[in-house]
């Protein structure tokens, strides 16, 4: 069995010699991403190689407005957020620090922080189409199985970000998707994302960020039915 630093170094290794391939025009295969297309139920826990996450290191009080928290996102390099997301069978998560959940009760996952700046969930989607894309449409059922109880205006639910390279400095955001209004809405959310040339076989990376809520304990959001 590997341990699990080795397994993470190697993780970390291959996000990294990815991201380099695919701007050398090279395409990557083998690493075990959601395929394009194929609609995520959530009815088992996701690997870490689809879907990962990571808290980043603060308090409530680190981030206080929409602008803060995309400068935030702005320093984050894909090789790092390499956490599995935690297994809850409760619909309603605790807080966490460490990182977003798997409920294996409700088949969704989840996002709910506390102890740190905000929560990272990150997707890894993987072009198999077989051609070179310019757009993607992005859909998922968005809702709240814990109401909200501190949340800044314009910091409520998620914000959604996505990169090519998965590396700092690089990450787009996609207002459509991004529910900041106080309380956000439960519903389907959908997006077309303008990729330029995602090139096939290559990834791309969706980032959702969950402000930690001040003063009080953070709500919970949620996605499933992700395609």
């Given at each position: 069995?590997?341990?699990?630093?080795?397994?993470?170094?190697?993780?970390?290794?291959?996000?990294?010699?990815?991201?380099?391939?695919?701007?050398?025009?090279?395409?990557?295969?083998?690493?075990?991403?959601?395929?394009?297309?194929?609609?995520?139920?959530?009815?088992?826990?996701?690997?870490n190689t689809s879907w990962s996450t990571l808290g980043v290191p603060g308090t409530g009080t680190s981030i206080?407005?929409?602008?803060?928290?995309?400068?935030s996102i702005q320093t984050n390099d894909v090789a790092l957020i390499t956490n599995s997301l935690l297994v809850?069978?409760?619909?309603?998560?605790?807080?966490?620090?460490?990182?977003?959940?798997?409920?294996?009760?409700?088949?969704?996952?989840?996002?709910?922080?506390?102890?740190?700046?905000?929560?990272?969930?990150?997707?890894?989607?993987?072009?198999?189409?077989?051609?070179?894309?310019?757009?993607?449409?992005?859909?998922?059922?968005?809702?709240?199985?814990?109401?909200?109880?501190?949340?800044?205006?314009?910091?409520?639910?998620?914000?959604?970000?996505?990169?090519?390279?998965?590396?700092?400095?690089?990450?787009?955001?996609?207002?459509?998707?991004?529910?900041?209004?106080?309380?956000?809405?439960?519903?389907?959310?959908?997006?077309?994302?303008?990729?330029?040339?995602?090139?096939?076989?290559?990834?791309?990376?969706?980032?959702?960020?969950?402000?930690?809520?001040?003063?009080?304990?953070?709500?919970?959001?949620?996605?499933?039915?992700?395609?």
């Amino acid at each position: 069995e590997i341990p699990p630093q080795t397994a993470m170094k190697h993780r970390r290794f291959f996000c990294r010699a990815s991201v380099l391939l695919c701007a050398l025009g090279f395409t990557v295969s083998g690493f075990a991403a959601i395929p394009l297309g194929v609609l995520q139920t959530f009815t088992t826990q996701p690997t870490n190689t689809s879907w990962s996450t990571l808290g980043v290191p603060g308090t409530g009080t680190s981030i206080t407005s929409a602008v803060e928290i995309e400068e935030s996102i702005q320093t984050n390099d894909v090789a790092l957020i390499t956490n599995s997301l935690l297994v809850r069978s409760s619909p309603v998560p605790n807080t966490s620090a460490v990182g977003a959940t798997w409920s294996s009760s409700g088949g969704f996952l989840q996002t709910r922080p506390a102890g740190v700046a905000c929560m990272l969930l990150l997707a890894m989607v993987e072009n198999t189409s077989g051609a070179n894309l310019s757009f993607l449409d992005v859909r998922y059922r968005f809702s709240m199985p814990a109401l909200l109880f501190g949340e800044e205006p314009g910091l409520a639910g998620h914000h959604v970000f996505y990169s090519l390279s998965g590396l700092p400095y690089t990450w787009m955001p996609v207002p459509n998707l991004t529910t900041e209004s106080v309380p956000p809405t439960d519903g389907s959310l959908c997006a077309t994302l303008a990729l330029g040339s995602w090139p096939a076989g290559s990834l791309l990376y969706i980032l959702w960020a969950d402000d930690n809520g001040f003063p009080s304990i953070d709500g919970s959001f949620a996605i499933d039915d992700f395609i």
